[in-house]
């Protein structure tokens, strides 16, 4: 028995899981050799998800890192010889035409994203599933490298460890819970245990379930809670004895339904001859508090398996009869069907990468056993070297504001991911329910009264658009497209359009305080952020000068755009876009601690300040009517990317001329008690409140500007998103070898594009107003663009913009087909549609100054 250890170079807290496994796997393999691994039960886990898991692996989801982390786990299993590549079925019944519109939608991020899903039809699908009623679908979607994990996932997280352990890399101690970790500092300092106190600057968290508890001890919240899902066996199903497989026919998925089904092989084979049936509640999911999770002694089959109630699924299980009648011909196994727990987030995302509130203190979480070597690889990648293969922002533990992981907050938002589970056809402008009117700037009553159509982004309400400006309809209609397919129109209101319109023309004013605010104050706070910016923002920057700029990663990758104003000698304002600005402010402070910058302070002013956006053709002279000084406001004395104070009918206003829609105009600060007071002065003035729309999508695209996290990613660079500086700076920042590597090169991998859409009418004859992604297809071979390292071509952004008459996209293209006038082909809900390239890197579509399209 290996002696306990009293140091290690890291301790895994939940071992005994296959995250647990893949994460030491993957880190030994990057050169660790001081692994320690604890569970609270048996290594492999007999109590955790692992051990009870359906090990299904489908491909396609609408997310790439989906995608990646998936496709990069079914090749490990398979090269372990641990996994049967039986294929998957997705199918949609004839009463359902728009789950079979959402395969068609799938089968198109598979194509965007390198999965090889393709829709087949009712027959091909019974071919291949014989136990369905082909009557009852109308086709399917066919993943051909779905499959499953054999004969157990338990059993390759159990070989992982022990092929780890071997390495003399790795210790494991069962029944070895951590009863405490040991922060001082704000860091990791060790992890105490019933069998003793290991020292260790690294805890990683992968308990799954359980993963709050750990979390604390740490100092750190975890938005996790465990939900029930219910699992039925029937048989005898021996269809496939004397096989020796442990499945014989694909993996069915009835999503319409909410339920799966698969059979279990051989009956001679670890849990053969039989029907598993699972099924995810979709009106009443049971969350349970992972603190109430019994412990092993308590439990009749597992603390992770609970009990049945016949009446969580008697309804969709009538339904499931009807699909697959062998269902009603075999017996239920009722001693072993049970409520199997697994995790759900307060977005529907992983959880992985180091806690905000402790350094050291790692997690990967919320993982399912089709992803969890993939996200091994993440997490490993991620902690070792700094970066990861595949941009996180969307699975970062740090993308949360602290309001976003409170007890209610968390169990109202993971009720609601729980319901849809099993729905991937959740649009991509989807708002929740739960956690709606947290933090409300002070234009909101304002907002309210005018009819609000309102979203949510990161806590803060932001109204799309407004009731009260339907009158503008009456003037701009006619270049305002109804939007006849329900899923375009959905979440959208026409409206905005028209607002977007009348901005353009006269003047509008958009509440942007969702803003991440935060001033650096300090003699460190030059040295930091110019270490941290691609452009100078220190040096001879005046007081009072805004520069836009990007926080780079090791390779050079945007992590981050943001603007910085410098407010004195030792004083700068760092503006963040509302969902950016969580992993912004760690990155500020992490990388200071990195680089030992502690003379500084960092003041949140995001909940203080409010900010109006105040753009049109129009807008100085608006503000010119109501400033105290009304000469001050103009061009040469207030000339663009400049701030200062200023007075309107005497409030206190900060304004910094910007703009993100490409119009003239200020972003205007002030503390939210003066917030009210400003809006009316505007309002009175005839300035029109227009929508979040116009400026997040609309003008912006018009304007070919680009978005942190959907069009600015790590994978890429400056040169290829079109934002290079003119020059380098002198001064050193973090990613400058990078960048300039990248500098040298004749021509880059990819550019980003501007598009635009030539005919958008689909097979109806109806008009499409496409949202979400895309693929970008080249119209000869009808394949995917890829360019030369392996990067597949799809839309980052689209929307419609009325001042063109055009729908406008984004999306990176491989260098040789990046050229202006050049056409594509785009798939948008399993028809294809053609693309004009308008412009390769930055260059507007419409010019404001001059009222016109460019050309």
Not at 294 to 315: K, T
Not at 725 to 731: H, I, L, M, N, T
Request: glycine residues 10%.
């Amino acid at each position: 028995m290996a002696t306990f250890p009293r140091q290690a170079d890291a301790v895994i807290i939940g071992q005994g899981g296959i995250v647990g496994a893949s994460v030491a796997h993957h880190l030994i393999e990057l050169g660790w050799d001081n692994l320690v691994g604890l569970d609270k039960s048996s290594i492999p886990s007999d109590i955790g998800s692992t051990a009870h898991a359906s090990d299904f692996c489908f491909m396609t989801a609408h997310d790439r890192l989906s995608c990646y982390t998936t496709t990069y786990s079914q090749r490990f299993y398979e090269a372990l010889g641990h996994y049967a590549r039986i294929g998957g079925l997705e199918v949609a019944r004839v009463d359902d035409d728009a789950r079979m519109a959402e395969l068609a939608r799938k089968v198109a991020s598979g194509k965007a994203f390198g999965t090889r899903a393709r829709l087949i039809g009712p027959d091909e699908a019974a071919e291949r599933f014989p136990l369905l009623d082909k009557t009852l679908i109308q086709g399917a979607l066919w993943d051909p490298d779905a499959g499953l994990v054999v004969p157990r996932s338990q059993q390759v997280a159990g070989e992982l460890i022990e092929r780890a352990k071997a390495t003399g890399k790795l210790a494991t101690f069962a029944d070895t819970p951590a009863i405490d970790i040991d922060v001082r500092d704000g860091r990791v300092r060790g992890v105490e245990t019933p069998k003793g106190y290991i020292e260790t600057p690294v805890v990683i968290v992968t308990s799954g379930i359980w993963g709050p508890l750990p979390a604390a001890l740490g100092g750190a919240a975890l938005p996790l809670m465990p939900v029930e899902h219910p699992l039925l066996f029937f048989g005898p199903f021996d269809t496939f004895a004397g096989t020796g497989r442990e499945i014989g026919y694909p993996l069915l998925r009835d999503q319409g339904n909410s339920a799966y089904l698969r059979d279990t092989g051989d009956p001679a084979t670890t849990e053969g001859g039989q029907l598993e049936w699972g099924y995810y509640e979709t009106t009443e999911p049971r969350l349970v508090r992972p603190a109430e999770i019994l412990e092993r002694h308590q439990a009749r089959l597992s603390p992770s398996m609970r009990d049945l109630e016949l009446d969580q699924v008697m309804h969709a299980f009538e339904r499931a009869i009807g699909l697959t009648p062998v269902l009603g011909e075999l017996g239920w196994d009722e001693k072993h069907s049970f409520n199997g727990l697994l995790s759900v987030t307060n977005d529907g995302s992983s959880l992985v990468g180091e806690a905000p509130e402790t350094r050291g203190l790692w997690f990967c979480e919320a993982v399912w056993v089709k992803d969890g070597p993939g996200m091994g690889k993440v997490l490993a990648d991620w902690l070792t070297t700094g970066r990861t293969e595949v941009d996180t922002h969307g699975i970062d533990i740090a993308r949360f504001y602290p309001v976003q992981k409170t007890p209610d907050y968390v169990y109202g938002r993971c009720r609601e991911i729980a319901r849809k589970i099993y729905d991937p056809a959740v649009h991509p402008r989807e708002p929740f329910e739960s956690g709606r009117n947290l933090r409300r700037g002070p234009f909101w009553p304002r907002e309210v009264e005018l009819g609000g159509h309102f979203m949510e982004t990161a806590g803060w309400e932001r109204a799309h658009g407004y009731a009260a400006n339907e009158h503008l309809l009456e003037r701009y209609g006619d270049r305002v497209p109804e939007r006849p397919d329900e899923w375009d129109a959905r979440h959208f209101w026409r409206v905005s359009n028209a607002e977007h319109l009348a901005l353009s023309e006269d003047v509008g004013m958009i509440n942007l305080s969702h803003f991440a605010i935060y001033d650096l104050i300090g003699p460190d706070a030059e040295a930091l952020l110019e270490y941290l910016s691609v452009a100078r923002v220190g040096g001879g920057t005046p007081v009072g000068k805004g520069v836009y700029t990007h926080f780079l990663d090791d390779a050079g990758g945007v992590h981050s755009d943001l603007t910085i104003i410098r407010l004195a000698d030792d004083a700068f304002r760092v503006v963040c876009g509302g969902d950016t600005g969580p992993r912004d402010r760690v990155w500020i402070t992490r990388m200071a601690e990195t680089r030992g910058l502690t003379r500084y302070r960092l003041e949140d002013r995001s909940d203080g300040l409010a900010t109006l956006g105040v753009w049109g053709p129009n807008a100085r002279r608006a503000l010119q009517r109501v400033a105290d000084d009304p000469q001050a406001l103009d061009a040469e004395r207030f000339p663009f990317a400049t701030a200062r104070e200023i007075r309107l009918r005497g409030l206190p206003v900060w304004a910094f001329r910007i703009s993100y829609v490409g119009e003239q105009g200020w972003e205007l600060y002030v503390p939210f008690s003066y917030g009210l007071a400003l809006w009316d002065l505007l309002y009175e003035q005839g300035v029109t409140p227009v929508g979040i729309e116009t400026y997040a999508n609309s003008r912006r695209l018009e304007k070919s500007l680009r978005l942190q996290n959907a069009d600015l990613l790590t994978e890429y660079n400056l040169y290829e998103a079109g934002l290079a500086r003119p020059k380098v700076k002198a001064e050193d920042f973090h990613g400058k070898a990078a960048y300039l590597e990248q500098r040298e090169r004749e021509r880059q991998p990819a550019y980003l594009c501007t598009l635009t859409l030539e005919d958008n009418r689909d097979a109806r004859g109806l008009p499409r107003y496409p949202v979400g992604h895309a693929p970008l297809l080249d119209p000869e071979s009808g394949e995917v663009l890829v360019d030369a390292l392996g990067r597949r071509s799809y839309v980052t952004s689209i929307a419609y913009g009325p001042s063109l008459g055009k729908t406008i996209a984004l999306g990176y293209l491989p260098a040789e087909a990046a050229r202006e006038g050049g056409r594509l082909l785009m798939e948008y809900f399993g028809e294809q549609y053609p693309l004009r390239i308008e412009a390769v890197g930055y260059r507007p579509l419409y010019d404001p100054e001059n009222r016109r399209p460019k050309s």
